[in-house]
């Protein structure tokens, strides 16, 4: 892991009229890192990471991404510097093959000449791509389903389709928003793995993600946001027991429980459940 931050967040403010949905947001991801950025519902996490893809203009501050200010440049622009990201929500052909869709999302990156392609001038580039996209359903797990139809397969079976997508943009750092959203704990678990084997590829990593054990399990530096301010930042161990965070998920009234025989408290339990 590099000292170096590979993606720094300089006092980004959003606001939306008079309604302040990110005030004053600092926090820097160096490379080789798994961070995870979480908060209750409504803290400004997706919105933060729409300022870091360019899908939104904050009000104040900047995001730098390799020492790069990404101030005024297009979502397409930012992903060409390497910065990569899936979204809430799955986008695949639900009528297309897992393959094709790969496929699609290979071509939309313009490896190969799409006009040549379709008119058999460039074989060679279309090969290619093929081979990539095999081993990027390979790196996900979904080979066995590459010839099935992406609309037929598992909620957490598309979202994975949507990581061979981003991955196919070959990122130096790939954001994930709510990777784990609706999938069970078996397929929680495939998905951790990957995480993993992914950064093992040397691609950083920031999560935004409510499921908390995930979190704790997978992230090396956590960073919580509550109503679109930054309240804590630090190891899985700091974050679980911080009472700020505790209170900010549970209200006061549940910081303060007692301590269990194990010295945490149940508001701590809570999160870590």
């Known amino acids: 892991m590099s000292d170096t931050p590979i993606l720094s967040i300089e006092h980004v403010g959003v606001r939306f009229g008079g309604l302040v949905a990110i005030a004053d947001l600092h926090f820097d991801v160096h490379a080789g890192e798994i961070v995870s950025l979480i908060g209750p519902n409504g803290a400004g ?14 009000s104040q501050g900047q ?13 397409h622009e930012i992903v060409r510097l390497g910065l990569g ?9 639900p009528d297309d093959t897992v393959f094709d869709n790969v496929m699609i999302g290979l071509h939309r990156q313009g490896r190969a000449r799409v006009l ?39 909620y957490g079976e598309q979202r994975l389709v949507g990581v061979a997508l981003a991955l196919a943009t070959e990122p130096a750092m790939l954001l994930l928003d709510e990777p784990v959203s609706g999938m069970n704990a078996s397929e929680t678990q495939v998905f951790v ?8 590829r040397g691609i950083t990593l920031l999560l935004v993600e409510h499921d908390m054990p995930m979190v704790m399990e997978v992230s090396d530096r956590i960073v919580v946001l509550n109503y679109g301010r930054l309240i804590a930042e630090g190891p899985p161990a700091a974050i679980r027991a911080d009472p700020a965070v505790i209170e900010a998920y549970l209200g006061h009234s549940s910081a303060a429980l007692h301590q269990d025989g194990a010295g945490r408290t149940a508001a701590t339990e809570t999160i870590d459940a």
């Open 116 to 154: 040549d392609t379709l008119l058999g001038r460039d074989r060679a580039g279309e090969a290619r791509l093929r081979e990539r996209a095999r081993d990027l359903l390979d790196w996900v797990g979904l080979s066995g389903r590459a010839g099935e139809k992406a609309g037929a397969l598992a």
């Open 63 to 75: 995001v730098r991404f390799r020492g790069t200010s990404l101030q005024g440049l297009q979502p």
């Open 193 to 200: 793995r990957l995480i993993r084997s992914i950064r093992e």
């Open 45 to 58: 996490k997706t919105t933060a990471f729409n300022v870091m893809t360019g899908f939104l203009k904050p």
């Open 85 to 93: 990201r899936t979204f809430q929500r799955t986008s695949v052909f």
